[in-house]
C-alpha cells in the first residue's frame, strides 16, 4: 500500500516538473504576455478616436480654436461610447481621460498657451495612437531623442559641467511628459514606476550631487529606457519575475520541486523501516 502511494507521488511529481520544465521554456524564453481578448468593437472604436484626434492634432497646429472646441466634443463623445476591452488595461483607460480632459482644460484656460496648447495636444495624440497602434506607435519614434538625452547628461557630467546636466535633464522630462500617457497604456504599471523612480531620483542628483554620482546613475537609465522602448541593447539576459505567465507558474514549479523532495525522503525511510523491519503496533507485555 506506502509502495503503492509512493509511486503515485512520484509520478504526480514528475508530471508537475515536466509540465513546468516544458512550459518555462515558453514562458521564461519570451517577453511576449497574453493580452486580454479584445471585444470585436473595441479595434474599430479605438481607430475611429483616432482619426478624430488626428483632426483635432492638426487644428491646434493651424489655432483654429473653435474648431478645435468642437473636435474636443467629438472626442468626448467617442471616448464615453467606446469601450476599449483588451486593447489596454484600467490604468490606460484613466491616463486616456486624463489626456482628454487636460486637453480641455488647456484649450478653456482664459490666457491659451501655445506650447503648452501643443503639449496637451501632442500627448493625446500620441496616447491614442498608441491605442490603435500597439506594435509600431508613434511613440516608440522618441526613442532616439531621449537616449541622445542621457547621453548628453553623462558627457556634461564628464566635463563637471552642471548646466548641461540640468538642461539635458531637463529636456529628458518634457519628453517624458509627452509620451508617458502612451507608456501607461502599452506597458506593465511596474514598468512606468521604474522610470518614473529612476527620474525622480535623478532629479535630486542632478540638483544636489557631484558629476560623478550623476556618470553613474545613467547606465541605470538607459537599460530602463532600452526595456520600456523594446530594445535589445543592455537588456537582462534572465527574464524578469513579471515575464513570467502568471504568478501561479513560479509556486507550481517550486510545488513540484518540494513534493519530489518529500517523495523521495519519505520512499528512502520507507526502504530502511522495511529492511530494519518494525512492527507497526508494539507488541503486548
Known amino acids: 500500500m506506502l509502495r503503492r502511494l509512493f509511486q503515485w507521488s512520484a509520478g504526480v511529481s514528475a ?60 472626442v468626448q463623445s467617442l471616448f464615453e461610447s467606446s469601450s476599449f476591452q483588451g486593447l489596454t488595461s484600467v490604468e490606460g483607460i484613466h491616463v486616456l481621460a ?40 508613434i511613440w516608440l519614434q522618441y526613442y532616439k531623442v531621449i537616449r541622445e538625452d542621457l547621453q548628453v547628461m553623462e558627457q556634461s557630467a564628464a566635463k563637471s559641467d552642471r548646466e548641461g546636466i540640468k538642461k539635458a535633464y531637463a529636456s529628458l522630462q518634457d519628453y517624458y511628459e509627452l509620451i508617458r500617457p502612451s507608456l501607461v497604456i502599452r506597458r506593465k504599471p511596474e514598468e512606468v514606476s521604474m ?38 541593447k543592455d537588456e537582462p539576459a534572465i527574464a524578469q519575475l513579471g515575464e513570467v505567465q502568471g504568478p501561479w507558474f513560479g509556486q507550481l514549479l517550486i510545488a513540484a520541486f518540494i513534493l519530489s523532495a518529500l517523495t523521495f525522503a519519505a ?17 503486548k507485555l
Open 195 to 232: 522610470i518614473e523612480s529612476w527620474l525622480s531620483y535623478a532629479g535630486g542628483v542632478v540638483s544636489t550631487a557631484e558629476p560623478s554620482e550623476v556618470r553613474r546613475i545613467v547606465p541605470q537609465g538607459e537599460v530602463i529606457v532600452n526595456m520600456l522602448f523594446g530594445k535589445k
Open 267 to 283: 520512499y528512502r525511510k520507507y526502504r530502511g523501516l522495511k529492511n530494519r523491519y518494525h512492527p507497526l503496533f508494539p507488541k
Open 15 to 74: 508530471f508537475f516538473l515536466l509540465f513546468g520544465l516544458c512550459y518555462g521554456t515558453t514562458a521564461w524564453g519570451s517577453p511576449e504576455q497574453i493580452e486580454d481578448k479584445t471585444s470585436p468593437a473595441a479595434s474599430i472604436q479605438a481607430k475611429a478616436l483616432n482619426r478624430e484626434v488626428e483632426t483635432l492634432y492638426r487644428l491646434v497646429e493651424e489655432g483654429n480654436l473653435q474648431g478645435v472646441n468642437e473636435s474636443l466634443r467629438r
Open 98 to 137: 486624463e489626456s482628454i480632459v487636460e486637453m480641455k482644460l488647456t484649450t478653456a484656460a482664459m490666457k491659451l498657451e501655445p506650447k503648452q496648447w501643443m503639449m496637451s495636444a501632442g500627448k493625446l495624440r500620441l496616447a491614442v495612437d498608441s491605442l490603435s497602434h500597439p506594435k509600431d506607435g
